[in-house]
């Protein structure tokens, strides 16, 4: 069982697209189901409308997902009973540190390395729930980017869990999504390879099954930045979404035949899906494109 789980915090762009494929082809290769969760669980991130568009963009690429579509924001009691069990099992502690306060702390490729201020009690009125961690390996193996370990008790200090304003936190909303759901492959952009460790963590102390990981290389513009709302990545076209997906396959490292662009949606996933094979990309990180070529239909692959 596999999954796409955009947040709507803009319009589905063509990074996003190419996780949305990826995830698709993937369970459906394996006669998986596939899923399609909104993770509307941070109002402050989010933009109006983003929902809509993203689940029109979806259908009108000719994505078929199982059942109704998930809105994370609905599934508030399992986050707290997961939160409830941490907390009674000893594993979160409240924490009153403010940005301010972590300042000095030190830093590693995760961002802050919380330094444990809080791990012997805290007496702030409002707080963040932590996650402890310890220095014990954390391992897994990517189905595309191969073995990945962290130790997080020095890489990225104890988590946190639930946020000082009250909303739950992404690392423990999507480890018991995930379980809640059945989801035993998790497929998504290799930006999101790093909280993978965290997330086991949790799985860990919750006492739920690993599922299978998969990172694609995320879409980059020419100077190999990132696509991102914040690096103004445009929302994909509806018109002609036959091409544009060809495209998207080929960005996938597939080859589809010349003129399948011609063809119906329904014979294009057909056939992705019939041939669908991920190797090529093995050891990538990312992968080049021209927004305005591929707007135009044209071949738009760096
Ligand atoms: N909602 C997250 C995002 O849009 C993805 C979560 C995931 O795939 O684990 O970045």
């Given amino acids: 069982m596999g999954r796409f789980a955009p947040s709507p915090t803009g319009p589905l762009h063509f990074g ?21 969760r909104i993770e509307d669980i941070d109002p402050p991130r989010e933009q109006p409308g983003a929902t ?35 907390m009674a099992a000893g594993y979160g502690y409240r924490c009153g540190c403010s940005r301010s306060d972590l300042a000095d702390a030190p830093r590693g490729p995760l961002g802050i390395i919380y330094p444990g201020t809080c791990r012997a009690g805290c007496q702030a009125g409002e707080t963040a729930i932590r996650v402890r961690t310890d220095d014990s390996d ?27 304003d009250g909303l739950v936190a992404y ?32 799985q860990r102390l919750l006492g739920y099954p690993t599922p299978d990981y998969l990172h694609i290389p995320v879409a980059a513009h020419a100077d190999g930045q990132k696509l991102s709302k914040l690096t103004g990545a445009q929302a994909v076209p509806l018109g002609r979404p036959e091409r544009f997906l060809v495209q998207v396959l080929r960005a996938l490292g597939q080859h589809p035949p010349a003129g399948l662009g011609n063809a119906s949606l329904q014979e294009i996933w ?10 090529a990309l093995a050891g ?19």
């Avoid at 190419?18 to 998986?32: E, F």
């Avoid at 057909?270 to 190797?279: L, R, T």
């Fill in 16 to 36: 996003s697209l190419l996780a949305a494929a990826a995830s698709y082809l993937q369970a459906r290769r394996h006669r998986g189901r596939w899923l399609v």
């Fill in 270 to 279: 057909s056939w992705a899906i019939e041939h669908w094979h991920i190797q």
């Fill in 138 to 164: 954390v391992a897994f193996v990517d189905a595309l980017q191969g073995p990945q370990r962290q130790q997080l008790e020095s890489e990225s200090g104890d988590f946190v869990i639930w946020r000082r």
């Fill in 284 to 302: 990538r990180t990312r992968i080049g494109f021209d927004s305005n070529a591929m707007a135009e239909g044209k071949n738009g692959l760096l």
């Fill in 171 to 202: 690392h423990l909303a999507v480890v018991v999504d995930d379980f809640e759901q059945g989801v035993t492959e998790i497929v998504r952009g290799i930006d999101l390879m790093d909280s993978t460790c965290r997330q086991i963590w949790l």
């Fill in 52 to 86: 809509e568009r993203i689940l029109e963009a979806l259908d009108r690429y000719g994505f078929e997902w199982d059942g109704p579509v998930i809105y994370q924001s609905r599934s508030l009691s399992a986050h707290e009973a997961a939160l409830s069990r941490l």
